[in-house]
């Protein structure tokens, strides 16, 4: 599982494979002192700007 998130695989998409919760895949990631990603992914460079209100 360590493998398959560090090259990027989302923890749900983990756990929905193995039929798992988030948050087993989620700890058990953390117990095996994975670097974790920030929440939402990736930045996005190409994202177009907000617009203001």
Known sequence: MAER???????RSIAADIGRSYGFV???LVSEQVTMRR?????RRDA?????L
């Open 39 to 43: 929440r939402g992914g990736p930045l």
């Open 5 to 11: 998130y560090q090259q990027g695989e989302s923890v």
């Open 48 to 52: 177009a700007p907000a617009v203001p």
């Open 26 to 28: 989620h700890g058990l």
